[in-house]
């Protein structure tokens, strides 16, 4: 049952060639890569563009691994081109949102996809003529960010959502020319792993269909071939798909080499990349589902694409379970707070029906639970000293060593403190914590993050006959920058607050507790002015207070 939560919860995302992920290939980052070196080999137009400092920033939180020759501002730019069509400014790993960008049917097009809108053959036509469509306007977009002499202009900027690995989604300036001619190159190698084509690949004879596939109703005579995953792949398992991967690189070369052409006006570069598309995309008719697509060896690499559950034997699904319903809660956590509670009810749900049932099979027979109730020893009646003075009514100085995790975002934590244990009930103190910040996705996977000083009030429930006491802990002080970040230079300054609202601190000794804090959160904000930004964690601590006396 968890497991089908799972597959409900994430939904399916079609790409092409796949983009770099924590578990995909960089597919089209190596393809324009590649295409863009072989151009700046032949065009002065195609230098390097130097980044600002704002510039630099965002290629420095880019959520993939950039070549280092890529990371000027025309390359990461074009880059975070070619990765839009997919991702739209959405996490590459969140697959929920993304099946809703690619679910969409006005996005086929972007992907050289067949929409369904109409049957076989002019379904493939009409998907062709949308493509072609797209590229067209994208380049004559791309087109307006070059200069009189037909160099990109750094001055010239696009604003577009982009996903980072630390800041997340932001809205980020770019160069215009190299965003929009991404996005086009994108739908250009999109077109040779998204069509069938004759055996010397010069001709389509029909494009593949996703958005019926996921949405239902499909009908492979009319909505032409289903897409296959296999035909993504960038590692040359075979001819065919080496072949595919060289054309792909072939046409984007084509297509960046000519539009930065200084010797080419703006409509001969519109007319004659037109022209190549129209070479790419001609159309052979004859191929239907009856002759299996003229017997296409592209159907080779087909998959179904369906999911099922299935039921697993006795005692073999436990962890297997365990494990599904902490993959869901990873997925729900990474949804927005307003989403989330609908989920959560429905994941405590399925958890405390599958206790329930394991409840029910362990339940040991009355008799035996009586047996095992008269072995229990009686409770201890000793109280447990506290760590500190042996005078509880003193005041007791110590100090704070604790180390946090946290997945959402994902960070590290470690802190340094002083403590006053005023009473019974209340320890406060001061605490200065570094808050490095991590990036799932990013070359760089650690970032120098944040440094936090706030104060610390601790509400403490004492248990006299236990090892264990109870504690409520609250923090509140500032959060320093200690990098840049786009929209959020270094050294930016803002509140910072944290609240645990139930720990454990273990008696280990006549001077040391051991603290855990098994779930909390934290919000340093270092920048409210302007564009607020703020990096929400939920944490969990563990440490040491030791106390003198």
Request: glycine share 8%; with cysteine.
């Amino acid at each position: 049952m968890a497991a089908c939560v799972l597959v409900l919860l994430v939904a399916p995302a079609a790409r092409a060639f796949t983009i770099d992920t924590i578990v995909t290939r960089g597919c089209h980052e190596e393809m324009t890569a590649a295409a863009l070196r072989t151009v700046r080999a032949e065009l002065p137009t195609a230098d390097p563009l130097p980044p600002s400092r704002e510039d630099r920033a965002f290629i420095d939180d880019l959520a993939f691994t950039a070549p280092d020759d890529m990371k000027d501002l025309g390359g990461a730019t074009l880059l975070i081109g070619v990765r839009d069509n997919d991702l739209e400014g959405q996490d590459g790993n969140d697959l929920t949102r993304l099946a809703l960008v690619h679910g969409d049917p006005r996005a086929q097009r972007k992907h050289c996809l067949h929409a369904g809108a109409a049957p076989e053959p002019e379904g493939s036509i009409a998907a062709l003529a949308d493509c072609r469509a797209f590229i067209l306007d994208r380049l004559a977009e791309a087109l307006e960010g070059l200069d009189d002499a037909g160099r990109p202009d750094p001055t010239r900027r696009t604003s577009l959502p982009v996903y980072l690995g630390v800041r997340n989604r932001v809205d980020v300036s770019l160069q215009t020319f190299y965003v929009r001619i991404g996005q086009a190159i994108h739908a250009v190698q999109d077109s040779f792993a998204h069509s069938y084509r004759t055996n010397d690949a010069a001709a389509v004879t029909a494009m593949m269909n996703w958005f019926d596939q996921v949405n239902g109703g499909y009908d492979e005579a009319t909505d032409g071939p289903p897409h296959t995953t296999e035909l993504d792949r960038c590692d040359d398992p075979d001819d065919l798909r080496h072949a595919r991967r060289l054309l792909a690189t072939e046409t984007a070369t084509t297509v960046l080499r000519i539009a930065l052409d200084p010797a080419r006006s703006r409509d001969q570069k519109m007319a004659d990349v037109a022209a190549r598309i129209d070479e790419w995309f001609r159309y052979e008719q004859g191929c239907s589902a009856e002759n299996r697509w003229c017997d296409a060896p592209e159907r080779d690499f087909a998959s179904s694409g369906v999911v099922g559950c299935g039921v697993a034997p006795p005692g073999a699904g436990r962890w297997g379970t365990h494990m599904a319903l902490a993959l869901v809660a990873l997925a729900i956590l990474r949804r927005p707070p307003r989403r989330r509670r609908g989920a959560l009810l429905l994941l405590a749900s399925l958890a405390t029906l599958t206790g329930s049932a394991r409840a029910e099979r362990a339940a040991p027979a009355p008799g035996a639970r009586a047996a095992a109730a008269a072995r229990v020893p009686p409770p201890v009646i000793t109280p447990v000293a506290e760590p500190g003075p042996y005078d509880r009514s003193r005041p007791a100085f110590g100090g704070y060593l604790g180390g946090a995790g946290a997945l959402t975002d994902p960070a590290l934590a470690t802190a340094l403190g002083a403590r006053l244990r005023a009473s019974l009930h209340w320890t406060f103190g001061v605490d200065l914590e570094w808050n490095p910040w991590l990036s799932v996705n990013g070359a760089q996977k650690v970032r120098a993050g944040a440094l936090n000083l706030y104060a610390t009030a601790i509400f403490r429930v004492p248990l006299a006959y236990q090892r264990f006491n109870l504690r409520v802990t609250a923090n509140i002080g500032a959060s320093r920058t200690l990098m840049d970040l786009y929209g959020v230079p270094k050294g930016s300054i803002g509140p910072f607050g944290a609240l645990y609202p139930l720990g454990l601190e273990w008696k280990a000794s006549s001077f040391l507790y051991v603290i855990l804090n098994p779930l909390g959160v934290a919000a340093p904000i270092p920048q409210i002015e302007g564009i607020p930004f703020w990096y929400p964690q939920y944490r969990v601590t563990i440490g040491v207070e030791v106390y003198a006396g």
